[in-house]
């Protein structure tokens, strides 16, 4: 194991790694992972999902899916965003992604500062996915898979480049709902998206 990587788990404990893809955009779901790795089967290269490229970030998913003892992923929708609140939303997604394993673990390891509520013990870990592989392949599935749900939404709605901001509020999407209003994919709690529908109401 690396040196920079914390050891967290013996041969006789199966952990999971949880760690979650989009949290901040103005469209689109929040999407979880949880992920046990095969430490017989280590996958070499591991880190946060956010360092790496598009392509070693589509590369080490289907390792991931390969090598791994166990994994699974889970989703909150616009509408439990909506409804639940972002915070909220982004545990029941770690929730579900976890309920979701195959291999029931025995401990949880959650990326950041707070735990869903589980049936196994979890611990949370501040920038957990530069400090744990298991949560650094957590990260990797989350963020290709929901970036394949966003490059998805750009083929539905082509007049939006889903399929480049991934939803973010970048000048680029803000144009794009100035000029083609507001879809349903649309976080409406969300500013400055929420804003705009008020003034218009």
């Known amino acids: 194991m690396d040196d920079h990587y914390l050891t967290y788990f013996t041969r006789d ?7 979650e893809a989009g949290r901040g955009p103005l469209a689109g779901p929040v999407v979880a992972a949880a992920v046990i790795l095969d ?12 360092i790496l490229s598009e392509a070693k970030r589509n590369h080490f998913f289907k390792m991931i899916k390969k090598n791994a003892l166990s994994w699974s992923l889970g989703i909150s929708t616009v509408e439990e965003i909506d409804e639940l609140n972002i915070f909220q939303a982004t545990l029941l997604a770690m929730q579900r992604a976890i309920n979701g394993l195959a291999i029931l673990p025995d401990h949880a390891l959650i990326d950041g500062n707070c735990i869903p509520s589980l049936s196994i013990r979890a611990q949370a870990i501040v920038k957990g996915d530069s400090k744990v592989k298991a949560i650094s392949a957590a990260s990797i599935l989350a963020k290709v898979e929901r970036d394949q749900i966003m490059v998805d939404y750009h083929k539905k709605y082509p007049d939006f480049s889903f399929n480049q901001h991934k939803g973010y509020g970048t000048p680029q999407h803000m144009n794009e709902i100035d000029q083609f209003g507001i879809l349903s994919i649309h976080r409406r709690t969300f500013n400055p998206v929420k804003m705009i529908i008020e003034r218009q109401s």
């Open 13 to 19: 404990i199966l952990i999971a790694g949880v760690d």
């Open 39 to 50: 430490p017989l089967r280590p996958i070499d290269g591991l880190a946060d999902s956010k």
